[in-house]
């Protein structure tokens, strides 16, 4: 059974500060997304990393597959009260459109 | 704008009810998804459709069932409700040929008394 883990469960910082989370598998995944879940919404994509060792950048937040495509870690510089939310990373399972979530990394910044 | 919407965003009924929790999209999405999301659990698939009709059990599908007459809608039916199927209810569709997007409604919280 593939699965996702995700760490820390929870971070309380301040802003200003430099955060990194972190998504683990036993698992080889073709593919991992990374989502942003602020209250009452639904998940917003916010990248998909493809390729093992693959970093993308989206304004302050840093994205990381592993090499062995079993693993990522989202990196945020100089953390911001819009970027409170909750973080999951996805990644699909083999040959099917399901999706396999992690449990999430739940992110307040105080101002 | 791609738009995936939801019946109700909350939702209270009683134990032993039948629930109707509906999903639209207007993205022409062949694949739809029904996921309920409990803290420290993340989001589990409850049942997934492909086609019109087609529908798939996903991890957790005891206790639900699915319908997806239009392609564009696909409703989440608990066929009695339980105190255990309190949740966020989160409905999302992706395109077949490979895209990687999923795109979520803004999901239904349903609390069973």
């Known amino acids: 059974t593939q699965l996702l883990e995700q760490s820390p469960q929870f971070l309380s910082i301040q802003e200003g500060e430099n955060l990194t989370v972190y998504c683990n598998s036993s698992s080889v995944f073709s593919s991992l997304q990374w989502y942003r879940q602020e209250p009452g919404e639904g998940p917003v994509l916010l990248v998909t990393v493809v390729t093992g060792g693959e970093v993308k950048k989206l304004k302050r937040l840093t994205f990381q597959f592993g090499d062995a495509r079993k693993d990522s870690s989202l990196h945020i510089t100089a953390a911001q009260p819009g970027d409170t939310g909750l973080y999951l990373c996805?990644?699909?399972?083999?040959?099917?459109?399901?999706?396999?979530f992690g449990t999430g990394t739940r992110l307040k910044v105080l101002a | 704008d791609v738009k995936v919407t939801q019946s109700s965003r909350y939702l209270v009924k009683r134990t032993g009810e039948k629930v109707f929790l509906e999903c639209v999209q207007d993205?022409?999405?062949?694949?739809m998804f029904w996921y309920r999301q409990d803290p420290g659990l993340g989001l589990r698939l409850i049942y997934f459709?492909?086609?019109?009709?087609?529908?798939e059990k996903g991890d957790i599908p005891e206790g639900y069932s699915v319908s997806r007459e239009k392609k564009e809608r696909f409703s989440l039916i608990l066929e009695s409700a339980s105190t255990n199927q309190t949740s966020m209810y989160l409905c999302?569709?992706?395109?077949?040929?490979?895209?990687?997007?999923?795109?979520f409604g803004p999901g239904t919280r349903l609390t069973v008394l």
């Open positions: 996805a990644g699909p399972t083999s040959g099917t459109y399901k999706y396999i």
């Open positions: 993205m022409d999405h062949e694949n």
């Open positions: 999302a569709s992706i395109p077949s040929g490979g895209a990687d997007t999923q795109y």
């Open positions: 459709s492909y086609d019109v009709k087609m529908k």
